[in-house]
């Protein structure tokens, strides 16, 4: 059984989610030649402070740039 986690920031809609899982599901089905039924997808959204980059999270640096 297949489970696959994607992680990343809040802020797409519930369509985008959904066309996510969907199309990763089919991918990781026919790359690994498994029932569509087996395959689980797992999305983790972080909040922007929770995710840095360089030294510096997410929130400060779209902060910065504004």
């Not at 996510?20 to 990781?28: A, H, M, P, S």
């Amino acid at each position: 059984m297949p489970f696959i986690q994607v992680n990343m920031l809040k802020g797409r809609s519930p369509e985008k989610k959904e066309q996510l899982i969907r199309e990763v599901t089919d991918v990781v089905s026919a790359v690994l030649d498994a029932p569509v039924q087996s395959v689980r997808i797992m999305i983790n959204e972080l909040e922007p402070e929770h995710w840095g980059i360089a030294g510096e999270s997410v929130k400060k640096r779209n902060e910065v740039s504004k």
